[in-house]
């Protein structure tokens, strides 16, 4: 046996990273005086101890280190995990990269001897871009207070073109695929505004659209038709990081079915977080056959609160046919995803139902 101090000497832990790593369950004593309250550890646990402090090091969240943990003589579960990580640590290499180009830009745009900034551009189809557009635009805030959300994102980077929107409750993603880039990358935010108005120009038009962005100006040129506008002066969230490339439950559905039974489903009072208030949400339910329902009598493997317009309006951005529904607990965000656009996700926060 040996004492926190010792421990913490031989594992690379601090003193009180031992202690909290024995509030939290994770790394708890063999033996705790009763008087001094002083802990005491065996020797199996220094190796334990030194797995949880690589792990930290590197920036593994405290559930995934209880994960590894749990199975660490289960190599294929835990090489997952770690796998899992590092795409995380390398999505956000890319992050930072995209942000210091884009401090770069606003850099430049402030210099007086900068040139005028290069145009960027954008080439796909009408129908692609409707498509992408019509995916996205229910998600948009009407929060006047939130003004980097009372838009879409256009987001460039390298070959990759994603529209998204988001009012905090929900958020959706969309790609346009097979578009041509030319030109640096791009971050800006088109106006609600300027998304209704070529979606009214856009109809069912099937031609070459072409989107250039110079500065803080936006063009799209499709069909005879010029639309300009200017892109709103703000920084949209960082959308990337609540994108989840597994879900512990994944469950095909019809759309129309779905929101023919969603639609008629009864619905639940919860009360909401601030004293008092109250709200309907709809309970989604999955069963343990592995199929999803709202009916509200059902004891599934896990039951979801959501709020039912929202959903309803997420199945309509997602078009009729099959969809995939992604769910990793009552309380993680719903992912709806279509069929056959790898890159399209639509995503909606729960709502407590306890």
Do not use: K
């Not at 749990?70 to 640590?89: F, K, M, N, S, Y």
């Not at 919860?270 to 709200?279: F, K, L, W, Y």
């Not at 309509?316 to 309380?331: F, M, N, R, T």
Request: hydrophobic fraction near 45%; proline fraction near 5%.
């Amino acid at each position: 046996m040996r004492g926190i101090g010792q421990m913490a000497r031989e594992c690379g832990l601090t003193v009180s990273a031992l202690r909290f790593y024995d509030g939290a369950g994770v790394l708890v004593p063999a033996r705790v005086d009763p008087h001094s309250n002083y802990r005491w550890y065996a020797d199996d646990q220094v190796v334990t101890a030194r797995l949880v402090a690589r792990l930290r090091r590197v920036g593994m969240p405290l559930a995934d280190i209880c994960r590894v943990l749990e199975h660490r003589r289960d190599r294929p579960v835990v090489d997952g995990i770690l796998q899992a990580h590092l795409t995380r640590l390398e999505e956000g290499l890319d992050d930072a990269r995209r942000e210091l180009s884009a401090t770069r830009s606003l850099l430049d745009q402030e210099s007086p001897m900068t040139a005028v900034p290069s145009p960027s551009r954008i080439t796909t189809t009408a129908e692609e871009l409707g498509t992408a557009l019509r995916a996205v635009r229910y998600a948009v805030s009407t929060d006047a207070e939130l003004p980097m959300l009372t838009g879409v994102l256009l987001d460039v980077d390298g070959d990759a073109v994603r529209l998204a929107a988001s009012d905090r409750y929900r958020l959706a993603v969309s790609t346009l695929a097979g578009a041509g880039v030319s030109g640096p990358p791009v971050s800006a935010i088109v106006p609600v505004t300027l998304v209704d108005e070529l979606l009214a120009v856009l109809g069912d038009d099937a031609g070459p659209v072409a989107i250039t962005v110079t500065g803080d100006d936006l063009t799209v040129e499709t069909g005879g038709h010029t639309v300009r506008g200017r892109r709103l002066d703000h920084d949209f969230p960082d959308y990337r990081r609540l994108l989840r490339g597994s879900a512990t439950h994944r469950v095909d559905v019809d759309a129309a079915a779905l929101r023919a039974e969603l639609a008629a489903a009864a619905t639940r009072v919860v009360r909401g977080e601030e004293a008092g208030s109250e709200q309907e949400v709809s309970v989604l339910s999955l069963g343990r056959d592995g199929g999803v329902s709202f009916a509200s009598e059902t004891a599934g493997v896990l039951e979801m609160g959501v709020n039912r317009e929202f959903l309803l309006e997420a199945l309509d951005a997602g078009g009729p046919g099959q969809l995939v529904l992604e769910l990793d607990g009552p309380i993680a965000p719903l992912a709806i995803r279509v069929p056959g656009r790898a890159g399209d996700v639509s995503m909606l926060m729960p709502i407590r139902l306890g």
